[in-house]
């Protein structure tokens, strides 16, 4: 399973952007897909997931700011974030595991991840 985001930058409190994620390869193999993020110093953290009957959850920090969606005929994950804020500065993964755990905001339950992709939000 490949997994490859898209869509980070730098934009000022308030802004918004769209992460991407498309994944390829055996997608039959993973059944839980989150958006994780991380920085300088932190344990990676998941705040979003959609788990295997499209169950989304969020963390407390990005609800009713970020959306989760996912487009199964293309394969693809989107991360629509709203009203940021410069503590969402950080780098952001799109992850996928062939299992779905209750503690979806782990870092360890997910087996697949992508590179990453920079989010920057200005005061």
């Known amino acids: 399973v490949h997994l490859e985001e898209s869509g980070g930058g730098s934009v000022q409190t308030g802004g918004s952007l769209t992460l991407s994620c498309v994944e390829s390869g055996d997608a039959v193999s993973t059944f839980c897909r989150g958006w994780l993020r991380q920085t300088p110093g932190r344990e990676r953290e998941g705040i979003a997931n959609i788990d295997n009957d499209g169950t989304t959850n969020y963390a407390d920090s990005v609800a009713g700011r970020f959306t989760f969606s996912q487009d199964n005929a293309k394969n693809t994950l989107a991360l629509q974030m709203n009203n940021l804020k410069p503590e969402d500065t950080a780098m952001y993964y799109c992850?996928?595991?062939?299992?779905?755990?209750?503690?979806?905001?782990?870092?360890?339950?997910?087996?697949?991840w992508g590179q990453g992709t920079q989010v920057t939000v200005s005061s």
């Open positions: 992850a996928a595991s062939a299992w779905c755990a209750s503690s979806w905001w782990n870092y360890r339950n997910y087996n697949y």
